[in-house]
Nanobody, 117 residues
Framework: QVQLVESGGGLVQAGGSLRLSCAAS????????MGWYRQAPGKQRELVAA???????NYADSVKGRFTISRDNAKNTVYLQMNSLKPEDTAVYYC???????????WGKGTLVTVSS
C-alpha cells in the first residue's frame, strides 16, 4: 500500500504565495516521476507541473515563471512553490507519483487552494 499526504493548501490573496507538500509512504521501492494536477470547479483536471527522477521539470503554460516544482528523494516528498497567485489558480490540487518498477500511478486526496481577488 502507498499513501500520499498533501498539505499546504488554504486561502490566500491574489499576489500571495503558498507551498504545497506531498509526502509518500508505504511500499515504495523507488519513485519515477512526481507531479501536481489541479481541478477547478466545472473544469477538467489538468497537469500543473511534473518532475522526473533526474530532476527534469515540465510546467503548464499558465504557471510558468510563477510555480516551481521540486522533490526530496530521501523523504519521498514533492513540493510546489506557488508565487504571484491569481484567482484563476483556485482549484483542488492533487499530487501524483509513478513508482518503479511497476509503473503504477498513485494519487493524493487533494488540497484546496483558494485565491481571493
Amino acid at each position: 500500500q502507498v499513501q500520499l499526504v498533501e498539505s499546504g493548501g488554504g486561502l490566500v490573496q491574489a499576489g500571495g504565495s503558498l507551498r504545497l507538500s506531498c509526502a509518500a509512504s508505504g511500499s515504495i521501492f523507488s519513485i519515477n516521476a512526481m507531479g501536481w494536477y489541479r481541478q477547478a470547479p466545472g473544469k477538467q483536471r489538468e497537469l500543473v507541473a511534473a518532475i522526473t527522477s533526474g530532476g527534469s521539470t515540465n510546467y503548464a503554460d499558465s504557471v510558468k515563471g510563477r510555480f516551481t516544482i521540486s522533490r526530496d528523494n530521501a523523504k519521498n516528498t514533492v513540493y510546489l512553490q506557488m508565487n504571484s497567485l491569481k484567482p484563476e489558480d483556485t482549484a483542488v490540487y492533487y499530487c501524483i507519483i509513478r513508482l518503479v518498477p511497476d509503473g503504477m500511478d498513485y494519487w493524493g486526496k487533494g488540497t484546496l487552494v483558494t485565491v481571493s481577488s
